[in-house]
């Protein structure tokens, strides 16, 4: 016979071991709930950045577009560094190649913030054309060079399979400057000299701007230090080249040329240089700010089209950076 008192203890015991194990499910289910709520918000703000990112290309077509407008000054027509695409009115304090816009928190939205940089490719020399003297003055070695001519032109009956792993070059221009780490030989050093330098993007027969290119493009070219010196100081003084041809302008006729335009070394180089510029680098990020922050990164390669013609998009890459 069972006594009243044992069965009671036995239920308060059941009843007990319950409750604890209901407690552990409903932590158990409010962790997850919880991790998951965050999910989503997480989700949703790194989708708010990345159309905020995109949206940023789309800003960046359109400045390019304003930029080409019919009946602008010839002055206007000139690409230079303190242009609206590479110094636009909203730059941010710090950085005026940067482009910012704040916007606040509204209803069902966060407060995020969008930054557009442009730069242009025509500050490079082209990598699908460039000489073996041209690639020489990057400091690229001769057996590398005559490998990337190689990975980069049609192909030679003469060509032999590779000794070694297998090897075969594209005998197809470059289409993305990471096609350079496929060539055999071809450091991280190299690499990164090359792609600051060279681009592969830019058309058949186009010309450094001389209003923006580095250092490393104008040595390319054949420009003597002396002369580099003199064209970097001028661009540090706000002033650009209004045309190189038939004779050489500047933006203000009271201030000449930085050297002498008849100068031979000049005159030897003066067909590889031009004042405009086509082909546009444009990196925009979206940062979407709040209790779970999210940024999203796109890049872009654009060129430039026909006056009233929205720029053709050549390149595209995207990726979200937490």
Do not use: C
């Amino acid at each position: 016979m069972i006594r009243f008192g044992a069965r009671s203890g036995s239920l308060l015991l059941i009843t007990l071991w319950l409750v604890v194990v209901l407690s552990v499910l409903a932590v158990t289910i409010a962790r997850y709930l919880s991790v998951d709520v965050r999910l989503t918000k997480y989700r949703l703000s790194q989708a708010q950045a990345s159309l905020l990112a995109r949206s940023g290309i789309t800003v960046a077509l359109q400045r390019l577009m304003d930029d080409a407008t019919p009946g602008r000054p010839a002055a206007d027509a000139v690409d230079w560094l303190g242009d609206d695409w590479a110094a636009p009115p909203e730059a941010a304090p710090d950085n005026p190649a940067q482009r910012v816009v704040q916007l606040p928190a509204g209803t069902g939205s966060m407060a995020s913030t969008l930054t557009v940089r442009m730069s242009d490719e025509e500050r490079k020399i082209n990598l699908n054309t460039a000489e073996p003297e041209t690639l020489a003055r990057l400091g690229v070695p001769e057996a590398l060079a005559a490998a990337i001519l190689d990975y980069r032109d049609p192909p030679d009956a003469t060509e032999t399979a590779s000794v070694g792993p297998p090897y075969v070059p594209k005998d197809a221009p470059f289409a993305a400057p990471e096609e350079l780490r496929e060539i055999p030989g071809m450091t991280d050093e190299m690499f990164q000299a090359l792609q600051q330098a060279a681009s592969p993007w830019l058309e058949p027969g186009s010309l450094v701007n001389i209003n923006t290119a580095g250092r490393e493009a104008l040595r390319a070219v054949g420009l003597s230090p002396a002369l580099i010196e003199a064209v970097m100081s001028f661009r540090g003084r706000g002033h650009y080249f209004l045309r190189l041809a038939p004779d050489v302008a500047t933006d203000d006729p009271s201030v000449p040329a930085p050297f002498d335009p008849g100068d031979s070394e000049f005159q030897n180089v003066r067909a590889k240089f031009g004042v405009t510029s086509k082909t546009f680098l444009v990196v925009a990020e979206g940062l979407v700010e709040g209790p779970v922050p999210a940024r999203a990164r796109v890049e872009a390669v654009v060129r430039r089209g026909a006056e009233g013609m929205r720029p053709t998009v050549l390149a595209w890459r995207e990726g979200a950076r937490e």
